[in-house]
């Protein structure tokens, strides 16, 4: 059994920001294999489904970013998974470029609060994580007004393509392992010229 939770806020005011690309990501797995995330439970909410026969959990936190640590714990406790192999966390990442997805099955939070408090709550940081790269904010521009703003015409156009590559990574995850989707979804994204 795996747990595939995506990292974000809840809300109508934050649906499509960047900080937001992980509930993306999950719900756009969720569309594709028709899985319906619907159950309130352990303080996000929830969808069982299988994913080529894997039997999965997709989550969407509700604790807000910060608190995301909450959530999933109680989720793997609960349902009694190995964090280390059995858990995919999939989160915003302003040091990546617009598009890019970078995974890793341990590491640091590389600053973001709710890799942090996911790390927190653990005690250690191994556990699958895909980063998705939303770019660094602009000179002058609060991080947080940024991460919480909307893509513009032409990225929103690169995170649909991004969301579909991620979600063929957490397929290839399942299937075959992280060290191929490493292998196969790591790669920079080259300017458009």
């Not at 942090?116 to 980063?131: L, Q, T, V, Y």
Request: with cysteine.
């Amino acid at each position: 059994m795996y747990i595939i939770a995506g990292l974000g806020n809840p809300g109508r005011q934050y649906e499509g920001t960047r900080h937001n690309i992980g509930f993306d990501i999950v719900d756009g797995l969720a569309g594709k294999h028709n899985i319906k995330i619907k159950d309130l439970k352990h303080k996000g909410i929830m969808g069982k489904g299988s994913i080529y026969g894997h039997k999965v959990f997709l989550v969407k936190p509700l604790t807000f970013m910060n608190l995301s640590g909450e959530c999933i714990a109680e989720v793997i406790n609960y349902y009694k998974v190995n964090e280390k192999i059995e858990l995919i966390v999939i989160a915003d990442d302003i040091s990546l470029e617009p598009g890019q997805i970078r995974m890793r099955s341990k590491g640091s939070d590389g600053g973001h609060n709710g890799l942090k408090n996911i790390i927190k709550h653990f005690g250690h940081d191994e556990f699958i994580r895909m980063k998705i790269g939303v770019g660094n904010q602009p000179a002058g521009y609060d991080l947080a007004g940024y991460v919480l703003g909307h893509f513009d015409a032409s990225e929103s156009r690169l995170m649909k393509e991004c969301i579909n590559n991620a979600i063929a990574a957490v397929e290839c995850i399942l299937e075959d392992g992280i060290d191929k989707a490493m292998n196969l979804y790591n790669r920079k994204i080259m300017p458009e010229k």
